[in-house]
């Protein structure tokens, strides 16, 4: 018995994780509009699957937000190690903040006719964190001006998010104008 439990939860845990990454891929290409039904079945799973992970259009597209800002903040780590200096780190990690962003059309209006996204907090942490993490090192490293905070840096990538719209050659060019910024002035 306690086998095939384990078996059913894992089962459901493997098709809830079906379908965020099946709504993730949906939603990067035609936005959050897309019909629940259709995500459904790409996932191969059925709509009462889907119905019973999540209660709504919002709840899952909650739920793909949570899973992107979880591997985003994440990614901080692996840059960090992977990557030639701490300043380098920064850089990818912030174009993929621009990234994570701009993904996903029809979100903002998705999100201003339901109420407050009660897990954006968290999120809002988590990638503060990990940016503060990259920033940090970059400063240990002495190619960063010490002044530089976090939160700003967050603020800055959301306005070239909104700038590039949606053009990631754009997107890397107003960043690289931002990093130029950031440098200390005899690095």
Not at 74 to 97: C, G, H, I, K, N
Not at 159 to 172: D, H, K, M, N, Q
């Amino acid at each position: 018995m306690a086998d095939r439990r384990r078996r059913v939860r894992s089962d459901s845990r493997a098709n809830r994780d079906r379908i965020v990454d099946t709504a993730t891929r949906l939603f990067a290409h035609r936005g959050v509009a897309v019909p629940l039904d259709e995500i459904a079945s790409v996932a191969n799973v059925g709509s009462a699957t889907l119905h019973r992970h999540f209660q709504g259009r919002v709840e899952l597209v909650h739920a793909v937000l949570d899973t992107r800002a979880d591997r985003l903040a994440a990614r901080s780590d692996q840059l960090l190690a992977s990557s030639p200096t701490a300043q380098t780190a920064l850089r990818e990690w912030l174009l993929e903040l621009v990234g994570f962003t701009t993904s996903f059309r029809g979100l903002a209006v998705l999100l201003a006719d339901h109420d407050a996204d009660a897990t954006l907090e968290d999120r809002h942490h988590a990638l503060t964190a990990a940016c503060a993490r990259l920033l940090t090192a970059a400063q240990g490293e002495g190619d960063i001006r010490p002044t530089i905070v976090a939160g700003d840096l967050l603020k800055l990538a959301h306005g070239i998010a909104v700038a590039a719209g949606g053009s990631s050659t754009t997107a890397a060019r107003l960043l690289d104008l931002l990093t130029d910024g950031l440098r200390t002035p005899n690095a």
